[in-house]
């Protein structure tokens, strides 16, 4: 809670600062963006603070927009339906080949979970990805505003000619999203296929999922394959007392885990299948 | 431990270091105030006044090194932080160290250049940026904290009493860190820059006062830390969730009890509180005199740094190990 | 990462192509496009497309690649697939290590210092072909060609075809494959029931799926297609899985319901649910109504009362008490499921490699087959049907190839297996060891681990390793695995995203889809298509198979095969991958087909009164009339190659044609074929000998399969291995205890084939008393990400340099003996007994 409060507080005073509110209204067209990206870039010191302005501005809008206030503003989401995931993995790899995702780390995982005594025994699966959150914890620390949230499709993305690596937004992000590339010595994380999406593409894990489980949408057009399911299912983010406000929504999510009072002294198995064998 | 960390080394370097030079400086500029002319006050605040800068700076470099840029061979990315502002602490700390520069170079300056010492021609530059000093001391003293309390992510650090914690240790290691310096000179009778920059006569006025009152002010921040550590550790130990989960790796059997308890509680806080509450107690009652010998000269300040750098330690790593309670 | 300066560049670039895209997300489309074009990251150009076929696992795929820089960067679904519906699995996505493995072998190998010592010399291609041929050229003077083995793995479709003509053109007929140690007693079993082998289970139409041992969430040689068809069935029209397995495998976490069996007695299990089935009457009507075409009695012309009444006689004693004795399935679960299955017309019942290998493995397919049949499940929607595939013509190769020859090394020991009809692989180098049946002088494989993928591996590496049993060794495969790090000669073969071929794999909604496999990049080096090179040498030995590459077969099959032809042959095919003819509907009931009068008479047709079958004594190649009339159908050698129909009532069908044996049209419930060789000719229960007395200090070691890797093949690709790369033993925490075993203890398994030491897993996910472990993984050579281990030919990658693992599993094969199903042949991987220690 007090993260949100800090996030409306930085929302206005910054809002107001670069005056950036109706030029956020209009929310322009993806090419506009693109020579505005220029102009901005060539710009140099122009485009951080633009960034910067982006990045606080979202922030309070699209949590606007989750609330259903703002529809014109598109908002890119994923609902996983854990019930069709058969934990194949196929979006893992499908993502690291699509993003040249260096070996040990990882954009997109596959979570078991595993529980239960023989023979009531369970095991289901979370695929893992960025959330791009609504309220994002790693924007909100990002000193060089490399990182920041599209305000045309609210697609959270690094910006690697800004980001300078200080890993302070990987510290921030509760979901263990984010990666230091040691290639290009920048953070680097899921951006729902920005590069595939803005060619009026599905991201590259949704188009190979076996089982379906992974849906791709507008989730601020009621008419979308995402809103219709979040209407008729009930669905669930993940840490959502962290105040982020996820747009990765999970339709029958296992959220069990070790650490959680829960499951003292019974059976339970996490497997992430990745460099990182515990999660956050 | 099974996770890697994403901050290392460099940057517990980097709070310590900027911390125990940020307390440096409030040590020297309060020394300075309070001098009234007494040349052992003032020797302590020039020693502050020179160290604080290269403390910080090196602290600064390290975390530059930690910069995944850096590592990547762009040398000069973080020139990035300086081209926008925003209400993320690092931005807003890599602005206040800029500052911090530019208002601790020309106070150390006053007490280098050529001049007749304490009452010599940069006197009131020097008062007026001790009052600057203060303010930005404690502000980046403060703001170490702040770096790492600002993230719900990390439930160890997201505590508001972490930054408190970070600015009563940091004067006190700054505070040791001066004595340790006189010590050395001492020991070294290094005279050399006094003669070159024919710095006035090093008299030793008023050194017992001086010495009793760092004294009797490190003897009190030791006890306010060691009631902060002790809150910091209770608090989160009786919550619930996640800050529950996390402070487990300071409980006993956690992955870090040894190094918090024995390491930063008794060796940084407890011992050194004790040995200098004996010395002082005397004097603080009122019957008797505080001298300061080899034990609260040398082994008191290297105790008190050596905690302060635990507790850095013991904190960056705790947070990044300490998980979430679910998900 | 976004790159903005690289956003220009393709918003510049792309300009012209994208008014449309501009205009969409101004307002963003609502459906985005699933796929069939990308964009790169980097540049933000749209990368070269090219449709082609997967290969990482037996499914064969239909994928399309693109290529970046001359170099394959992204493999995805054919959207245009009925088959996939535009789908990979996680290895198909990794096909992009495959030709990109910095460790593959790019140049033909002479083996230098001694054998498997793994020092070895580059050597050109004429040289190795040269040696090669000579030495053919040397055995076919000699006479005997058929001392030139080749024994193959993976070999599907047009490779198949073209590399066996060559093989025929040459004269040898001593040619392995690897079916006993993967499905063979499944196939062969099925050849006892309904003739030809390979089922499609339709989950399109099936109202309640019950799985005997399929992990088709994981594994099974048509996954995509099927698995994600079933995760449809369940979640859009709530159909109940029920799964038998000895573990909790994805597919089984994914059934509503897990029946966990003990290993070898689902055939009990089924046996009970049949006896149920048939007790309470349950094969009405739809039962009744098939059962008109099984083959139940000694007599074909037994009426419905007398098949009834031998099905309830035969099955008496099979009731679900007696089951639960047996499998440990309690009994009314196994009643309450049988109910259900037959009560949910239609139903299907699914079975793979956990049902068959096995030493009752045959009867369990059968009983399976029984189960399907008295509910009436069988070739209907919604039910377990036989297999569709696309039907492609193609060339003939060498117009008059000399009469082959073969060496007797394929069936196992003489007399020791009933029915291998599909061979014995994993017995082809302990026979070849004994001498007795006659021992090849070039043993070359292809695609296959006679080493690492059979069982007794040890026994295996000192064969293969014995220049006196085996004088002259080729291997042929693109990477340094553990049986090519044996051979004399290594030829390094193209990956299959440098090939040329026509695919065909069985179609999961009863509709052939004819697709293909086109190089999405040129191989490496000297690297070549095993296919060109065995075009090549049938040119340098004086048989020229009439086309002079993979490729130009590839096209005058197009122009060979209507449906594909009509399409635009060829140029539509290398252009879109896969083609459907809009004429080819669904094929269900295939059996109620009747062969035009025409055919059932003439002086080549003769009726078999015993058997009711029509058959054509020529086709058959009898040698004459009398001889065939007199011999009988049954007894004449070969004869179901002649078969036409089946009589049934008054009625000809073509019914379920018979392969490879001389069954009777019927679905064959009894067989008489078994029961001439003293077998029961009904599915019969049996234990699994070992499994009678098991000591206390032993448990049963099952293995399986895991999602991410294929066989022994995958293990290269480092997005595959780093999601896989340990293979520990499961074990239940119940046996743990009694054993002493914890959570990641190493522990010693022995067998009477020898030790491995691996981790132990302890989880409740699989059945007590037993120790489950895959086979993927511990490689000892085929590259660093397999074995940590370079090849000679290991090029730098600053990927490898990340590696972030050690540990890289332990093999079971290791301690597993050599054992034959007594019936048909396959490996019973599932039955070993071995003790099991804490180290
Ligand atoms: N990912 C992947 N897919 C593959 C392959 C691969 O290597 N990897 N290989 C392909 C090939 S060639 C084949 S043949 C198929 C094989 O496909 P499947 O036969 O479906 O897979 P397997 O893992 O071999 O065995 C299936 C299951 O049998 C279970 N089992 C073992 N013993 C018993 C028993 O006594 N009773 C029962 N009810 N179950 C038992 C195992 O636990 C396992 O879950 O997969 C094909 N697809
Ligand atoms: N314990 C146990 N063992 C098993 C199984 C089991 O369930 N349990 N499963 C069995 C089954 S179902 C099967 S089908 C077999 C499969 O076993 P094999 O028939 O041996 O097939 P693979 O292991 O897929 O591949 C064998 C070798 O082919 C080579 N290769 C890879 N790609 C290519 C290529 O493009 N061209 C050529 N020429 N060679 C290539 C590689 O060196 C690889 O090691 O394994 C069996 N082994
Ligand atoms: S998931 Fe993490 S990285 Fe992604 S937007 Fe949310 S906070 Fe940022
Ligand atoms: S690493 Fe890059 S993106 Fe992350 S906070 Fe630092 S500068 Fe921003
Ligand atoms: S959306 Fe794209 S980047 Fe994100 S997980 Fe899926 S494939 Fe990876
Ligand atoms: S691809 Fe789809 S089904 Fe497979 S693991 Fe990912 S989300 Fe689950
Ligand atoms: S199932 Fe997977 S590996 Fe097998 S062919 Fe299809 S995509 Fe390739
Ligand atoms: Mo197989």
């Known amino acids: 809670m007090r993260k949100n409060r800090n996030a409306e507080t930085l929302t206005r005073s910054v809002g107001r600062r670069n005056g950036d509110q109706d030029a956020y209204e209009k929310s322009p067209s993806i090419t506009e963006q693109q020579t505005l990206s220029r102009r901005n870039f060539l710009a140099g010191l122009g485009i951080t603070v633009a960034a910067a302005g982006t990045a606080t501005t979202t922030l309070g809008n699209t949590s606007k927009a989750l609330t259903k206030k703002s529809n014109h503003q598109v908002q890119w989401a994923m609902v996983i339906d854990t019930r069709r995931c058969i934990g194949c993995h196929a979006c893992t790899v499908a993502c690291k080949s699509e993003n040249d995702v260096p070996l040990g780390y990882s954009r997109s995982w596959v979570e078991y979970i595993e529980k239960g005594d023989f023979p009531n025994v369970d095991r289901s699966f979370l695929p893992r990805l960025c959330n791009q959150c609504s309220q994002p914890a790693c924007v909100d620390v990002c000193p060089t505003g490399a990182t920041y949230k599209r305000k045309e499709d609210g697609i959270v993305v690094v910006d690697d000619d800004i980001c300078i690596g200080c890993k302070y937004c990987i510290q921030a992000c509760p979901y263990d999203a984010r990666y230091l590339n040691p290639i290009t010595g920048t953070v680097d994380k899921c951006d729902f296929c920005l590069h595939r999406v803005t060619q009026g593409l599905e991201p590259s894990c949704v188009n190979t999922c076996e089982g379906r489980a992974r849906i791709f949408g507008n989730v601020n057009d009621p008419a979308s394959e995402v809103s219709k399911l979040l209407a008729q299912n009930s669905y669930t983010v993940l840490l959502k007392e962290m105040g982020t406000y996820p747009n990765v929504y999970y339709i029958d999510a296992d959220h069990a885990d070790p650490r959680d009072f829960l499951y003292k002294d019974r059976y339970i198995r996490v497997t992430t299948h990745r460099k990182e064998k515990l999660r956050r | 431990m099974e996770q890697e960390l994403i901050w290392g080394l460099p940057v517990v370097g980097y709070l310590f270091l900027a911390g125990m030079g940020a307390g440096a400086l409030i040590t020297s500029a309060s020394m300075l105030l309070r001098s009234h002319g007494r040349s052992a006050f003032y020797r302590l605040a020039r020693y502050g006044a020179i160290i604080s800068l290269p403390l910080v700076g090196i602290g600064v470099f390290l975390l530059v090194f930690e910069l995944g840029s850096f590592q990547a061979g762009h040398w000069f990315r973080w020139i990035n932080l300086y081209k926008t502002i925003n209400l993320s602490p690092m931005s807003i700390g890599s602005w206040l160290l800029l500052l911090y520069f530019f208002a601790t170079a020309p106070y150390a300056l006053t007490f280098i250049l050529p001049g007749n010492g304490l009452n010599d021609k940069w006197k009131i530059w020097r008062d007026r940026l001790a009052y600057v000093s203060i303010a930005l001391g404690i502000s980046v003293a403060v703001y170490t904290g702040v770096l790492l309390g600002a993230m719900p992510a990390r439930p160890l650090w997201n505590s508001p009493i972490l930054a408190m914690l970070f600015l009563v240790s940091s004067i006190s290691t700054g505070i040791a860190v001066v004595l340790f310096t006189d010590w050395l000179v001492k020991l070294l009778n290094w005279d050399w820059p006094a003669r070159y920059f024919n710095w006035q006569n090093d008299k030793n006025e008023g050194y017992s006062d001086a010495t009793y009152i760092l004294a009797v002010t490190d003897t009190l921040l030791i006890g306010l830390e060691l009631m902060v550590v002790f809150l910091f550790f209770m608090y989160a130990h009786l919550t619930v969730g996640h800050v529950e989960e996390a402070i487990k790796v300071f409980q006993l059997g956690g992955e870090l009890a040894g190094p918090f308890w024995i390491g930063v509680v008794v060796i940084g806080l407890l011992i050194p509180g004790l040995i200098e509450l004996i010395k002082v107690f005397p004097a603080l009652i009122g019957n008797g005199q505080y001298v300061h010998g080899g034990i609260t000269m040398l082994l008191v300040p290297i105790l008190v740094i050596t905690g302060g750098f635990l507790l850095r330690y013991v904190i960056v790593v705790g947070g990044q190990i300490a998980r979430l309670a679910g998900i | ?839």
């Open chain 3, 1 to 839: 990462m976004l790159n903005r300066r690289d956003f220009l560049k393709a918003g510049a670039a792309l300009a012209g192509t994208l008014g449309m895209t501009r205009v969409a997300l101004a307002e963003p489309p609502r459906q985005l496009l699933m796929g069939g074009k990308d964009f790169s990251r980097r540049t933000g150009l749209e990368r070269e497309m090219k449709p082609s076929a997967c290969w990482q696992c037996v499914s064969r795929c239909p994928n399309v690649g693109y290529v970046e820089d001359g170099r394959l960067v992204k493999i995805e679904g054919q959207i245009n697939s009925i088959r996939t519906l535009g789908k990979l699995c996680a290895k198909g996505q990794a096909g992009v290590n495959q030709p990109n493995d910095p460790d593959r072998i790019l140049y033909p190998l002479r083996r230098t210092g001694k054998r498997g010592e793994g020092k070895w010399k580059k050597i050109s291609w004429d040289e190795a072909l040269t040696e090669i041929t000579n030495y053919l050229n040397k055995l076919k003077d000699e006479g005997n060609p058929e001392k030139f083995m080749f024994h193959y793995g993976r070999m599907k479709a047009s490779s198949s075809k073209i590399i066996k003509q060559f093989l025929a053109a040459y004269g040898t007929k001593t040619i392995g494959n690897h079916t006993s140690i993967c499905e063979g007693g499944k196939w062969t079993a099925q050849e006892f029931t309904w003739g030809k082998h390979y089922d499609n289970w339709d989950f399109d139409n099936a109202r309640f799926v019950l799985n005997f041992g399929s992990n088709l969430f994981e594994a099974h040689t048509n996954h995509v297609s099927t698995a994600q068809r079933l995760v449809n069935a369940i979640n859009e029209r709530g159909v109940r899985v029920v799964s038998f397995d000895v573990m909790l495998s994805n597919t089984v976490s994914k059934s509503g319901e897990w029946v966990p069996v003990k290993p070898g007695t689902d055939l009990a299990a089924v046996l009970a649910m049949c006896h149920v089935i048939m007790k309470e009457d349950l094969y009405l009507p739809h039962g009744e109504e098939f059962l008109k075409f099984c083959r139940v009695t000694e007599n074909v012309n037994a009426s419905m009362e007398e098949k009834v009444a031998a099905l309830k006689a035969h099955l008496k004693d099979y009731t679900p008490e007696w089951a639960e004795q047996q499998s440990g399935v309690p009994a009314d679960k196994l009643r309450e499921i049988a109910r259900a299955f037959a009560l949910n017309y239609p139903a299907v019942v699914i079975s793979y490699r956990g049902a068959v290998a096995h030493h009752n493995g045959h009867d369990c397919e059968r009983a399976i087959q029984m189960l399907a049949a008295i509910t009436g499940n069988i070739d209907v929607p919604g039910g377990r049907c036989r297999a569709v595939t696309p039907k492609w013509k193609y060339p003939h190769g060498y117009p008059n190839p000399p009469k082959a020859r073969k060496l007797d090394v394929l069936d196992g020991f003489k007399g020791k297996v009933m029915f291998p009809t599909h061979h014995i692989s994993h017995q082809v180098l302990d026979v070849i060891r004994d001498g007795s049946q006659g021992r090849p002088d070039l043993y070359m494989w292809y695609c296959y681990q006679p080493v690492y993928s059979n069982p007794q591996v040890q026994r295996n590496i000192d064969t293969l390793k014995d220049e006196k049993i085996l004088p002259f060794t080729v291997s042929i495969s693109p990477f340094y695995d553990e049986s090519s790090a044996l051979a004399d000669i290594i030829l390094p073969d193209a990956t299959y995203t440098e090939r040329w071929d026509w695919e065909d794999m069985v179609s999961p909604n009863q509709i052939p889809e004819y697709y293909m496999r086109q190089p999405l990049v040129e191989p490496p080096a000297e690297v070549r298509d095993f296919k060109d090179v065995c075009i090549e040498m049938a040119e340098r030995m004086g048989f020229p198979l009439g086309y002079r590459s993979a490729k130009e077969f590839f096209r005058l099959s197009c122009e060979m095969t209507p449906s594909v032809k009509k399409a635009g042959g060829y140029d539509y095919m290398v252009k879109h991958g896969v083609y459907v003819d809009p004429d080819d509907k669904p094929l269900f009931y295939q059996f109620l087909k009747e062969p035009p009068a025409s055919k059932l008479e003439g002086d080549e047709v003769l009726f078999d009164s015993d058997t009711g079958v029509y058959w054509n004594w020529k086709k058959a190649h009898a040698p004459g009339r009398e001889e065939a009339a007199a011999k009988g159908y049954t007894h004449s050698k070969k004869a179901y190659k002649g078969y036409i129909g089946q009589k049934v009532g008054d009625k000809v069908y073509e019914a379920f044609k018979p392969d490879k044996i001389n069954k009777t049209g019927y679905f064959e419930l009894y067989s008489a074929l078994m029961a001439n060789k003293g077998l029961p000719a009904m599915p019969t229960w049996h234990q699994i000998p070992e499994h009678i007395n098991i000591n206390p200090d032993e448990m049963i070691l099952t293995t399986y399969k895991v999602n991410v890797q294929t066989h022994s093949r995958t293990q290269n690709c480092k997005w595959l291995t780093e999601i896989y790369y340990e293979n520990p033993a499961w074990i239940n925490p119940a046996t743990a205890e009694q054993f002493g075993i914890e959570e990641g203890d190493d522990i010693r398994l022995t067998s009477g084939m020898g030790k491995i030491e691996t981790r132990a897993r302890v989880t409740p996910a699989v059945y007590p008393g037993i120790i489950s472990i895959s086979n993927h993984c511990g490689h000892w050579e085929y590259g660093r990400m397999a074995s940590g281990k370079k090849t000679l030919f290991s090029i730098d990658d600053p990927d490898y340099a990340r590696k972030w693992w050690s540990e890289n599993g332990v093999h079971p094969n290791w301690i597993i003996p050599s054992s034959p199903d007594p019936v048909n042949g396959q490996q019973r991987w599932m039955d070993t007994v071995v003790k099991v220690e804490k180290v």
